[in-house]
């Protein structure tokens, strides 16, 4: 949890609401970008951040992005166990199978129950 | 030196693995290295992945210090977040590192398993996400970590009471990290020339909190980046200022982290915590004013409040000597049920648990070159 992970911004979703989605080596998911649009320059479609546990810490340049998310990389599963966290959607309902666990549910699984649950109005996480 | 040859830049890494070897030299007495300790359990991790302490020279010695969130919870409030996991209706939400944590009565994901409803989130907004799709349930969130993730659960909180939602409250446990800093360096035991300064922390609170350190105690600080790079760098910067004779507080970590830190974060840190009194950390007992909870005006989103949370004190087990491993005081080898009794499956203290525990980063990398080489 305490790793900072660089992603590129993609879309800003609403600058009132600071949300926005990044993309992560390829994952996407919304974040919060309201601790770094206080930042010199603002913040756009196209800058780089440190994110973590779904905010954005702070703006990055595009080399130290790079080299920070190949440096995170060669942690192997430290870094595997992170984007899959970062790709997962929250479990709005309880997944109803009780043989499955918690930290290897089928995501597939939780988003199909969540498309079922119509309290949940908002989409936070795109998948490419 | 054939760990350097895996490194970004391996001229770079071996000129500074050359600048450190000849300016320990001058430092260091016999059978007395120059002593550094990482604050971070992220340069912890790297400094084991890599094994940088494998291309130090012997005149050099890293001490892992407390500087991971998940290892300094003690038992008693993890013993807490299951009491309160398990109360009718609530749903109970907790980073995934946190779920492995032993009680004095097992872990969350055992409370999970018995029937508590515990899900794992990434962010706190996921935990908030929750709540307001199950407005029939209690939604906990179970806050942990430095200055780096306390902003997170504020701005959670400040959305949550912006929407209305009556049915999230968080279990806060975030701490700050220099009461630990001065925890350490008034401890008689530990003999220590310098600090490498934790990287994460310092982009929301800068660099200028630190300057304590040379200031009251006379040791120098270098704040770091996590590449293997970036430690031997700030070994250099440290040692460099120690030959000459400076005791000052630097970034090496420019790319990132600035003297003033992150206004915008530390504005929302101050609208929404207030400083604990005090709080238990494992293995270095209470410290004063080291830990967050929710300020008065947030009283109606926090869990102890709107609980009746049983306040648990747990003694750590006998055999477990994390807080030893917390100070620096021994190697994580050096405790006596390291890997035997205490291993990444059935951990027993939580150094052992989380990937940027000392012991676990040790037993995971280290543990098969470097026992022979350093055991006493």
């Given at each position: 949890m305490c790793l900072g992970i660089p992603g590129q911004l993609v879309e800003i979703v609403s600058l009132d609401d600071h949300r926005a989605i990044v993309e992560v080596d390829g994952v996407r998911r919304e974040i919060n970008i309201g601790l770094v649009m206080g930042d010199p320059g603002g913040i756009a479609v196209g800058d780089w951040v440190l994110i973590h546990v779904g905010f954005a810490m702070t703006k990055i340049d595009e080399e130290e992005a790079a080299n920070s998310l190949a440096f995170i990389k060669l942690l192997g599963s430290v870094y595997e166990e992170e984007i899959d966290q970062f790709a997962q959607e929250p479990e709005?309902?309880?997944?109803?199978?009780?043989?499955?666990s918690p930290l290897s549910s089928d995501t597939t699984e939780i988003a199909a129950t969540n498309g079922g649950a119509s309290s949940d109005g908002q989409e936070e996480l795109v998948r490419p | 030196m054939k760990f350097v040859d895996e490194y970004r830049d391996p001229a770079a890494a071996r000129l500074a693995v050359a600048e450190i070897t000849a300016l320990a030299s001058r430092l260091a007495k016999p059978g007395q290295p120059v002593k550094f300790m990482e604050v971070c359990g992220g340069h912890t991790h790297t400094i084991y992945k890599h094994g940088i302490e494998n291309v130090l020279p012997p005149t050099v010695e890293l001490i892992h210090g407390p500087g991971c969130p998940v290892c300094v919870i003690p038992m008693g409030r993890v013993d807490d977040a299951i009491a309160v996991a398990k109360k009718p209706g609530v749903i109970f939400t907790s980073f995934g590192d946190m779920m492995r944590v032993p009680g004095g009565s097992g872990n969350l994901l055992e409370a999970k398993a018995q029937g508590a409803d515990v899900r794992m989130v990434y962010s706190p907004l996921d935990a908030l996400r929750i709540a307001e799709a199950n407005p029939d349930r209690e939604v906990v969130f179970f806050a942990v970590g430095f200055e780096t993730t306390a902003p997170s659960t504020a701005v959670t909180v400040l959305k949550a009471r912006e929407r209305g939602v009556t049915n999230f409250s968080v279990y806060c446990n975030h701490v700050t990290i220099v009461p630990p800093l001065k925890a350490i360096l008034e401890s008689p035991d530990l003999r220590l020339d310098g600090f490498i300064g934790p990287g994460h922390v310092s982009t929301v609170i800068g660099n200028r909190p630190y300057r304590f350190v040379p200031g009251t105690y006379g040791k120098p600080l270098v704040t770091a980046g996590f590449e293997p790079l970036d430690i031997l760098q700030s070994i250099v910067m440290l040692l460099r200022q120690l030959t000459e004779g400076r005791c000052e507080v630097e970034n090496q970590y420019t790319r990132a982290v600035s003297d003033g830190g992150n206004p915008k974060a530390l504005e929302i840190l101050a609208q929404v915590f207030e400083l604990r009194p005090h709080f238990e950390w494992r293995g270095l007992g209470f410290i004063s004013q080291s830990a967050l909870k929710l300020s008065p005006e947030f009283a109606a989103f926090d869990a102890e409040i709107r609980f009746d949370v049983p306040g648990v004190r747990v003694a750590d087990p006998k055999a477990c000597q994390c807080g030893e491993v917390l100070k620096g005081v021994i190697k994580p080898w050096e405790c006596k049920v390291f890997g035997t009794a205490c291993t990444p499956e059935t951990p027993i203290g939580t150094c052992m648990v989380s990937s940027e525990g000392a012991c676990a980063a040790y037993y995971n990398y280290g543990r098969l070159t470097k026992i022979p080489v350093k055991s006493a």
């Amino acid at each position: 949890m305490c790793l900072g992970i660089p992603g590129q911004l993609v879309e800003i979703v609403s600058l009132d609401d600071h949300r926005a989605i990044v993309e992560v080596d390829g994952v996407r998911r919304e974040i919060n970008i309201g601790l770094v649009m206080g930042d010199p320059g603002g913040i756009a479609v196209g800058d780089w951040v440190l994110i973590h546990v779904g905010f954005a810490m702070t703006k990055i340049d595009e080399e130290e992005a790079a080299n920070s998310l190949a440096f995170i990389k060669l942690l192997g599963s430290v870094y595997e166990e992170e984007i899959d966290q970062f790709a997962q959607e929250p479990e709005l309902t309880l997944v109803a199978d009780p043989d499955s666990s918690p930290l290897s549910s089928d995501t597939t699984e939780i988003a199909a129950t969540n498309g079922g649950a119509s309290s949940d109005g908002q989409e936070e996480l795109v998948r490419p | 030196m054939k760990f350097v040859d895996e490194y970004r830049d391996p001229a770079a890494a071996r000129l500074a693995v050359a600048e450190i070897t000849a300016l320990a030299s001058r430092l260091a007495k016999p059978g007395q290295p120059v002593k550094f300790m990482e604050v971070c359990g992220g340069h912890t991790h790297t400094i084991y992945k890599h094994g940088i302490e494998n291309v130090l020279p012997p005149t050099v010695e890293l001490i892992h210090g407390p500087g991971c969130p998940v290892c300094v919870i003690p038992m008693g409030r993890v013993d807490d977040a299951i009491a309160v996991a398990k109360k009718p209706g609530v749903i109970f939400t907790s980073f995934g590192d946190m779920m492995r944590v032993p009680g004095g009565s097992g872990n969350l994901l055992e409370a999970k398993a018995q029937g508590a409803d515990v899900r794992m989130v990434y962010s706190p907004l996921d935990a908030l996400r929750i709540a307001e799709a199950n407005p029939d349930r209690e939604v906990v969130f179970f806050a942990v970590g430095f200055e780096t993730t306390a902003p997170s659960t504020a701005v959670t909180v400040l959305k949550a009471r912006e929407r209305g939602v009556t049915n999230f409250s968080v279990y806060c446990n975030h701490v700050t990290i220099v009461p630990p800093l001065k925890a350490i360096l008034e401890s008689p035991d530990l003999r220590l020339d310098g600090f490498i300064g934790p990287g994460h922390v310092s982009t929301v609170i800068g660099n200028r909190p630190y300057r304590f350190v040379p200031g009251t105690y006379g040791k120098p600080l270098v704040t770091a980046g996590f590449e293997p790079l970036d430690i031997l760098q700030s070994i250099v910067m440290l040692l460099r200022q120690l030959t000459e004779g400076r005791c000052e507080v630097e970034n090496q970590y420019t790319r990132a982290v600035s003297d003033g830190g992150n206004p915008k974060a530390l504005e929302i840190l101050a609208q929404v915590f207030e400083l604990r009194p005090h709080f238990e950390w494992r293995g270095l007992g209470f410290i004063s004013q080291s830990a967050l909870k929710l300020s008065p005006e947030f009283a109606a989103f926090d869990a102890e409040i709107r609980f009746d949370v049983p306040g648990v004190r747990v003694a750590d087990p006998k055999a477990c000597q994390c807080g030893e491993v917390l100070k620096g005081v021994i190697k994580p080898w050096e405790c006596k049920v390291f890997g035997t009794a205490c291993t990444p499956e059935t951990p027993i203290g939580t150094c052992m648990v989380s990937s940027e525990g000392a012991c676990a980063a040790y037993y995971n990398y280290g543990r098969l070159t470097k026992i022979p080489v350093k055991s006493a």
